[in-house]
């Protein structure tokens, strides 16, 4: 069961910079989804991910300017090679992990039902940098499993078991293991 989350506490979703999904669709109107590492939180309302020019995600988001972030919980570990993959635009990614969409509310893309949050996404500027363009998003609103929600609006990334990519192309990636209190 998810509890909605507002757009000034969105960003709260991915503080610690998991490794996200991100859906969008193609022109054919199949859910693409993509995996995604290289992105941080920019203001309390926009998000700047990397993203390869030649994906279909930065297609799509150019051609409609939705997306959907999606933050998988380790329960969805191994279904990430399948979002690291580049499959036709006939095929979706979601539908081949097996996964399942529910529908966004102020976008078309859908999200990821089975992931532990989700944030409903719109573009408004990109910046080029190489290989990718650093695409910014503004955060519309947001979504998380109400057994993962802390109190102060934020995932709790121990409960979620968020992934962080740590040895990226490999398939290997770290879990945090307990919250600490500096003075
Ligand atoms: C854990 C992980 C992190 C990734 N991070 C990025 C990233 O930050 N930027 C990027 O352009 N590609 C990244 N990739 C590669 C994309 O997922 C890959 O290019 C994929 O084919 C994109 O899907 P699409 O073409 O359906 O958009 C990552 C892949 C994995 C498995």
Redesign the pocket.
Known sequence: MKAEVAKTKCTGLVVTRP?II?T?LNENGVV????????TNLSPSEIG????K?????K?IKRTGEFVINVPGADLVDS??I?????PSSAS?VEKASLTTDLAKEISPPLIKECKANIECRYTKEFPIG??NFVVGEVLLGYCEKSCLDEDGRLNVLKAGVLH?VK??L?I?ALFGKYVEGK
């Open positions: 490794v991100i969008t693409n989804g993509g995996a995604f590492g290289a992105y991910i990397a993203i390869g030649e994906s279909h995600t930065y799509n990430l090679s979002f690291g993959s580049n499959l990614e290989y990718h990519g990226y192309p398939p990636y």
